[in-house]
């Protein structure tokens, strides 16, 4: 048995354990993590030092570092998190569907959880609170692999929560972290199906794409938003100017900020000037075709095709010129993630046509795309966001960590 | 492009007109190509002949020629399978989810097709016009690749599907078939990610094995059934007798075929006697643990731990004995697929820790397992029975083959 069959096995075995916690004693025990993490704070926060101290020594850059330090605000707000998520409503063993069959069977089938979640992550010690907190809430024992960087951050956090499942004699390995860096152990780790029933990557496009080629577990695939903003001819230019200002500029770093703007060629020469003051203000930088670039002059540089494929995530807007809703459409649909796209329009049978016809997550009609969240959803807590298709779409909340089983009863039933 | 980046653009714009089409005139269109299949048999079958030919100068073994042959009557029943997928309620449009947020926005949650769907199988002609029927009917594009040994019939079956479309006014790229059987074109085909959704492997282990470990497009694993039965110390003998005859011997080529039977030593002594007698009758091979044997004596041989892993799919049945439920529970635990298993009891406690504890699909109550089926269930059709954890578990009706979309109306909503 290698080193990961083990962590997989114990997982396994503290699923199991799991299955019999009540909702009130995982409550509990999620609100006394989050004392834990307070009171122990200055251990957390020592460890975070060395990991800084490391990514200096490394060259790492002051953006990645900032994410990477943790200190008592931060870690209070960790702490927050896990008291939200003790909060929400439980899950768990909602009956979903149930009906009796000719036959006299009797079937439900029946909200369980998913077993044991693997989750693989970049250097923000945040996240291995808050993945344990969801993952703990709705009965699945967690394995998380997070970026080398935060490894002492990472285990002290753990060595809290762990220590706090014990004092309540739940078992440890209800959450377990990969201590071990090597590469190859992460890609053993994505193909440890025995053990692990789903694999969440949550980080840049980079991990993503890795995760995605390399795991032989079921992956929920998150994050990267490519979000275009459609304004139709008939578009209210004060409403569009406020949502496209919003949805590019008011967190630029977001997978749900706006990356491209496609716009009718009717309202272009009224809506580019006046969007291009109000983005001045932040400095966004356009880049456009040629039609957009014959309103706005040099302040405009050209788009090339590669523009209309990238995730900026930076203050800078690629601008396309369209001539109807359909070209729009076939446009995003061509080059966007499937994350979360709007149109603009008072018009609304266009806006009906763009909703069935744009193939993203989440569509959206005069409403900023920033919205796609699970808090914003009322979702009360968030595990990522799909953008794929299988099993959750868009904003993952607590429902996304779960599974049903069908249960069948009978007085002997066999098959003619 | 590649000759399949062809196929998947193809696809993808097949699915944007299929998005338009109305149910009625799905449903019209299914029955159209039931009534051509018929009609067009003789051309079918003639294709067909090729085929077999192929298969018995290759030396294919008689069960599988069996499976790839075709003759009017199994062509009719592929005709009447569409006819019954026509005559299903459809699912898409169906509004899951609908709430208010707020700050004014108005969320609905709709029930969509997954756009591109691919589906790999084996020589069987058959599952070529199911897979279409049913992806036709849930809006999706479908794109197939089937055994080799089946080409010229399939090529002659989605000729005779792809020739109704067009007379119809749909695009024949609704249902496309990978011709080239080279084994690389397969592996493309798995990490068509850009085009494909969705991919369903349909077929034996090894297959399905291959496309978990090779796609990167989302897979929904299905089919293999190491089914267990486990009769409890207060189980009616007659009930488990019967049960675990039909859920043996009913049919033994199926995923929900009983492989293995654990028995508490309290019963044994009753049961297993009178269980030998009964599947005598088929000449059922027994291969026990000691416990087993003390009782069944040299008819049943020794069973290894390999055999408690193992799908036969085959007149065999492995005996483990076990002291209590929760070494039952463990056991099956340990070796199942997660597919179906049962419990035969009178003690009602026991029951729901077996349906609470067992980690499979589809776990029984005094119930054959036989019964995990779409048709059982009451879905009137089924793409496969899913043993994962994402999207779908169990048998997989229509509603499995879609996902939902996200549609937010609002009147300028901006995020503060």
Known sequence: MT????????????????LKLSEEKKNEILKKCAD???????????E???????????????????????????????????????????????????????????????RVPFGVVGIIYEA????????????????????????KEAINSNMAIVKVLC?????????????????????????????????????????????????????????????TGNCHIYVDESADINMAVNIIFNAKTQRISVCNACESLVVHEGIKDALLPALQRKLSEKNVELRGDEAARAVLGDDCIPATDEDYGREYLDYILSIKTVSDVDEA??????????????????NKENAEKFLLEIDSACVYHNVSTRFTDGFEFGFGAEIGIS???????????????????YEIEGNGQVRG
């Open 163 to 223: 220590d706090t499942l014990e004092e309540n004699n739940v078992l440890r390995e209800c959450l377990q972290l990969i201590e071990n860096n090597d590469r190859n152990v992460t890609n053993e780790f994505m193909k440890l199906k025995q053990y692990v029933d789903v694999l969440i990557p949550r980080g840049g496009a980079g991990l993503i794409r890795a995760v995605v080629e390399n795991a032989t577990i079921p992956v929920i695939e998150t994050g």
């Open 329 to 346: 459409i076939a446009h995003i649909n061509k080059y966007s993630t499937g994350h979360s796209e709007c149109i603009i329009t008072e």
């Open 124 to 147: 923000r010690p945040n996240v291995t609170a808050d993945a344990f907190g969801l993952t703990f809430k709705t009965g699945n024992a967690v394995i998380l692999k997070g970026g």
């Open 48 to 110: 975070n030092k060395r990991d800084i101290s490391f990514a200096r020594e490394s060259g790492l850059n002051e953006g990645l570092i900032d994410r990477l330090m943790l200190d008592e605000k931060r870690i209070a707000a960790m702490a927050e998190g896990l008291r939200q998520i003790a909060a929400l409503s439980g899950v768990l063993n909602e009956v979903i569907d149930e009906f009796d069959r000719p036959n006299g069977m009797h079937i439900r089938a029946v």
């Open 3 to 18: 080193e990961l069959e083990k962590i997989g096995s114990d997982a396994k075995r503290a699923k199991n354990a799991l």
């Open 36 to 46: 834990n993490l307070i009171k122990r704070a200055d251990e957390i926060i020592g």
């Open 387 to 405: 953008t794929q298709k299988l099993h959750a779409r868009g904003p993952m909340g607590l429902k996304a960590l779960t599974t049903y089983k």
